[in-house]
Nanobody, 122 residues
Framework: QVQLVESGGGLVQTGDSLRLSCRASGRTLGSYAMGWFRQAPGKEREFVAAISWSGGSTYYADSVKGRFTISRDNAANTVYLQMNSLKPEDTAVYYC???????????????WGQGTQVTVSS
């Protein structure tokens, strides 16, 4: 079992930056590939970014490519999502998740955090 806790969300303006953190406990994060997903009101949860257990492979949704960066510090049991040039359409609850294999579909992830709200005002 692994427990995930996200932090770093907040209210920002268009063009601002935020860094989300996801800290794991219970088991070492180095055993898992990690992903970030988001869910806006009335919409399905969507893939944002994923990173392999070693950090050697990353994937991004087209909507965030070039603006968001996923990274990890296995020694700190933490995964990060650096979000730059934020847009109002990035407004959502952001979730981190753990999987045994890097993936882009929510169903492929075994453990989820509770989420952190990101709101981007225009």
């Amino acid at each position: 079992q692994v427990q995930l806790v996200e932090s770093g969300g907040g209210l920002v303006q268009t063009g601002d930056s935020l860094r989300l953190s996801c800290r794991a406990s219970g088991r070492t994060l180095g055993s898992y590939a990690m992903g970030w997903f988001r869910q806006a009101p009335g919409k399905e949860r969507e893939f944002v970014a994923a990173i392999s257990w070693s950090g050697g492979s990353t994937y991004y949704a087209d909507s965030v490519k070039g603006r968001f960066t996923i990274s990890r510090d296995n020694a700190a049991n933490t995964v990060y999502l650096q979000m730059n040039s934020l847009k109002p359409e990035d407004t959502a609850v952001y979730y981190c998740a753990a999987s045994f294999l890097i993936a882009t579909r929510p169903i492929e992830y075994d453990y989820w955090g509770q989420g952190t709200q990101v709101t981007v005002s225009s």
